[in-house]
């Protein structure tokens, strides 16, 4: 059974407000600093505590403004426009307010590592594997997030094989966790002499990037290190010198490769951020099946049936297979509209 969409309460900016003063006097201690990454993480959850709480004291505050606007428009007709406007942007800010609610995770409010992987199909999967990743770089550059490529494998004939990119931004972990699993494309295909529709899929990764000093600790005896030449563009320094690092973490056969910086430290850190991160999808994956299990639970070891079908021919439609949420603009999808489609997902997974 699923609970509705929790709603904000003043119980959530008390309970926030606690929070914020007992983390400031954890930082008003002498010895706050001797560990300072521990130190800039309190920090950090000082600063989002305290926006959350002022946006909450904004909208609560309009919205009291709000009402004794209404009463003047009782008696002054030519307010009635202006109120009615105003009301309707309250609705909105609370609406994206409460939505924010959802992305409460440990790891919601951060920033995301996400891979996308080209499925069986040759040179139209690759492809795909590229329309998939323009798509998600549209979507955070219209969010204001940063992105970095860490790695890119490229197609033989076109597109890719698979790609890992950083994905920097508030609430970028939060909202690309919705499109975690495999993405179905069903399109003529450009590649094929006699135009026949072809199918495709891809998988799509993500997990939380999380700080050094989290609780997803690695063995260095664990880890096997190779370092190679990069095959990715970068220019001659990258090509001529063994820069790029593959990392295989021996207790879970888990291998990470970085080639995108042009040192081979720089790579080396990345890799293992990006290990860090997989490492704990594994961990909580095994919590997620034990407590299945314990519930009695169907629990499915399957690589993943498709989460969303992306439908170029013989009509336009994206269509979401966990929440049937669905548009007929496949473009604009593709273009990085996806903010409908992640917002339906965190929606219906409350309560799960």
Not at 66 to 86: G, K, N
Request: glycine residues 6%; contains cysteine; aromatic residues 8%.
């Amino acid at each position: 059974m699923r609970r509705s969409t929790p709603s904000w309460s003043a119980f959530e900016v008390a309970g926030k407000r606690e929070r914020i003063a007992a983390l400031e006097k954890q930082a008003s201690a002498q010895d706050f600093w001797n560990d300072p990454q521990a130190a800039q993480a309190t920090l950090r959850e000082i600063t989002a505590l305290k926006s959350d709480v002022d946006d909450w004291t904004a909208l609560a505050r309009r919205a009291h403004e709000a009402r004794e606007l209404i009463e003047l428009a009782e008696t002054d007709p030519s307010l009635v426009e202006d109120v009615t406007s105003e009301v309707e942007a309250i609705r909105k800010e609370f609406e994206h307010n409460e939505f924010r609610l959802l992305l409460s995770g440990p790891h919601d409010r951060g920033d995301a590592i996400l891979a996308i992987h080209a499925g069986a199909g040759g040179i139209d999967a690759a492809d795909w594997a590229a329309m998939l990743m323009r798509m998600y770089l549209r979507w955070a550059e219209g969010r204001g997030y940063t992105t970095e490529i860490l790695d890119q494998l490229e197609g033989e004939e076109a597109g890719i094989r698979n790609v890992t990119i950083s994905v920097v931004g508030e609430y970028a972990f939060g909202y690309l966790r919705a499109e975690k699993g495999v993405h179905r494309l069903v399109r003529l295909s450009p590649f094929d002499s006699a135009h026949r529709r072809h199918t495709s899929f891809a998988l799509v990764e993500v997990w939380p990037d999380l700080p050094d000093n989290s609780d997803i600790q690695i063995n260095p005896n664990d880890i096997k290190i190779d370092t190679f030449r990069a095959s990715s563009a970068g220019g001659q320094h990258v090509q001529k010198n063994a820069t790029a690092v593959r990392l295989t973490h021996l207790p879970t056969g888990i291998v990470v490769s970085c080639q995108n910086e042009r040192s081979q430290t720089q790579n080396r850190e990345t890799a293992l951020k990006i290990l860090r991160a997989r490492l704990y999808e594994l961990e909580e994956e095994r919590q997620r099946k034990a407590l299945a299990a314990l519930k009695g639970e169907h629990v499915n070891a399957e690589w993943g049936s498709q989460i969303r079908s992306y439908v170029l021919h013989p009509y336009q439609m994206v269509k979401d297979h966990r929440t049937d949420y669905e548009v007929g603009n496949s473009q604009a999808v593709l273009d990085g509209r996806l903010d409908d489609f992640m917002e339906a997902y965190l929606r219906s997974a409350v309560g799960e």
